[in-house]
């Protein structure tokens, strides 16, 4: 694939902003491979999303981000490009379910998700052996009721150390704390073996199954300090019924889990995700 710049915009809504946009890159030079536009009517705010070939302009990121910024000021964007080139740096965290984290490291290794994984992080060492298989450095950091505080000060340097711009919470069974929550907003993603915001917090399938619902699904979203209720990324369902027992729903959950945070973490990596609030905009 080509290389490609992709420019990423959230704004009051108004007239001129796609026309100013356009030209601007039409003056260029800039070649435009995909754009996405949407309009929040009851927030009045107005959302892009361009990829642009990078050997179509005549400058570097840096001299874009200049050129650029009249007109973010003029139409109070927040706003950032990134380059296709420089891949993110994401660390994983699990505890000890393997699913979501072999399926990430499978399509990681398979070139299917396009980000550099310079370590894992886990509470336990039951998934030491198939992550240093996949060349990647292993941290245990138990955590205990005693130690939370010492043990995320730890988790927080070995992150810092990665350069991680993404967290991303494989089924990791521990709370993230408040600070580590505020640094890393809108880059900390988690998935929840449930169809959020329902049945939130431990074994979400057995109180499902007690409710004898008739779909069960999964949620990914990005965390906050506010347990599960942090922006939906993505979610799925199957559909199941009264013969299905609390195993089956736990057995087939799991797949629907592996899936959904796949596609959420997909979507990040390739900026097709806009917070707003505590919703979020899907450019997928």
Not at 188 to 208: C, M, R, T
Not at 241 to 257: A, C, F, S, W, Y
Request: net charge negative; with cysteine; aromatic share 10%.
């Amino acid at each position: 694939m080509e290389p490609t710049y992709t420019l990423v915009i959230s704004c009051p809504d108004r007239t001129g902003i796609v026309a100013k946009v356009s030209n601007f890159l039409a003056m260029y030079g800039g070649w435009i491979t995909e754009a996405n536009h949407h309009s929040d009517l009851q927030a009045n705010r107005f959302f892009m999303r361009h990829e642009i070939r990078a050997d179509s302009l005549p400058f570097s990121l840096d001299e874009f981000r200049t050129a650029f910024a009249p007109i973010a000021r003029e139409f109070e964007m927040d706003w950032y490009i990134s380059d296709s080139e420089i891949k993110k740096r994401v660390v994983l965290m699990c505890s000890k379910e393997s699913h979501c984290l072999v399926d990430l490291l499978y399509r990681w290794h398979s070139g299917e998700l396009a980000c550099d994984i310079p370590c894992v992080i886990s509470n336990h060492e039951d998934m030491r052996s198939i992550v240093e298989w996949h060349g990647i450095p292993y941290h245990h950091v138990p955590v205990n009721k005693e130690n939370k505080e010492e043990a995320f000060t730890q988790i927080e340097a070995l992150v810092d150390q990665a350069q991680a711009d993404t967290l991303v919470l494989a089924r990791y069974m521990q709370i993230l704390p408040p600070n580590l929550c505020q640094k890393y907003t809108g880059r900390v993603i988690n998935i929840h073996h449930s169809f959020l915001p329902s049945f939130v917090g431990a074994k979400p399938y057995h109180q499902a199954f007690v409710r004898g619902v008739k779909l069960i699904g999964a949620t990914c979203h990005y965390v906050t300090e506010e347990l599960d209720a942090g922006p939906i990324i993505e979610q799925d369902i199957h559909r199941v019924n009264h013969r299905h027992t609390p195993e089956d729903l736990v057995r087939i959950g799991k797949d629907v889990e592996k899936a959904v945070l796949a596609r959420g973490l997909r979507w990040h990596l390739q900026d097709r995700i806009i917070c707003c609030g505590n919703k979020t905009v899907v450019f997928n």
